[in-house]
T-cell receptor
């Protein structure tokens, strides 16, 4: 069966520090991968998606970036965090476009 | 433009009551999918159901049922005989695999359901 992992589970970082969140999927090949952010009391916002290694599409311009160095690994990064980057970050995967997406446990990021 | 509206921000019920969560969507695409996800306090989103635009049959899964009506662009979710474990935020989502959103999920803002014992 397929599993999706995210780490770390929680993170407290000062403004201006770098960020690296990791997501890995097990039990499937060539998944579509997604990064979402959920700010406090708000819905989910798609940040990035990837249909293959090295293929990243950005939905929202911001100071975040994403990379997919391996088939089942998706990384969310920032060179300098802003206060507004605080939120709950969720990684998801799907077999194909149009298929249901399965979410990881999330990373709660607080920028201080 | 594509949009999902969940007008109910919060709902509170007493255990064993039935509760319906409303979802209204907007899309110009003829082929699309509708989803419901549950987000318990732990935070992880749990997939509940996926429905395509050509299948308006209602679906029942245990205490859960879904009513899809294209005429009113609604995809409502009913929990029968609610339980405390149903307490969560529920999200409705829209996906148009061939449309402008490029197959990505468009989420509503969610409805927080509290079931009290």
């Amino acid at each position: 069966s397929q599993t999706i992992h995210q780490w770390p589970a929680t993170l407290v970082q000062p403004v201006g520090s770098p960020l690296s969140l990791e997501c890995t999927v097990e039990g499937t090949s060539n998944p579509n991968l997604y990064w979402y952010r959920q700010a406090a009391g708000r819905g989910l916002q798609l940040l990035f998606y990837s249909v293959g290694i090295g293929q990243i599409s950005s939905e929202v311009p911001q100071n975040l970036s994403a990379s997919r160095p391996q088939d089942r690994q998706f990384i969310l990064s920032s060179k300098k965090l802003l206060l507004s980057d605080s939120g709950f970050y969720l990684c998801a995967w799907s077999v194909r476009r149009g298929g249901e997406q399965y979410f990881g446990p999330g990373t709660r990021l607080t920028v201080t | 433009a594509q949009k999902v509206t969940q007008a109910q921000t919060e709902i509170s019920v007493v255990e064993k009551e039935d509760v319906t969560l409303d979802c209204v969507y907007e899309t110009r695409d003829t082929t699309y999918y509708l989803f419901w996800y549950k987000q318990p306090p732990s935070g992880e989103l749990v997939f509940l159901i996926r429905r395509n635009s050509f299948d308006e049959q209602n679906e029942i899964s245990g205490r859960y049922s879904w009513n899809f009506q294209k005429s009113t662009s609604s995809f409502n979710f009913t929990i029968t005989a609610s339980q405390v474990v149903d307490s969560a935020v529920y999200f409705c989502a829209l996906q148009s695999p061939y449309g402008g959103s490029q197959g990505n999920l468009i989420f509503g803002k969610g409805t927080k359901l509290s079931v009290k014992p």
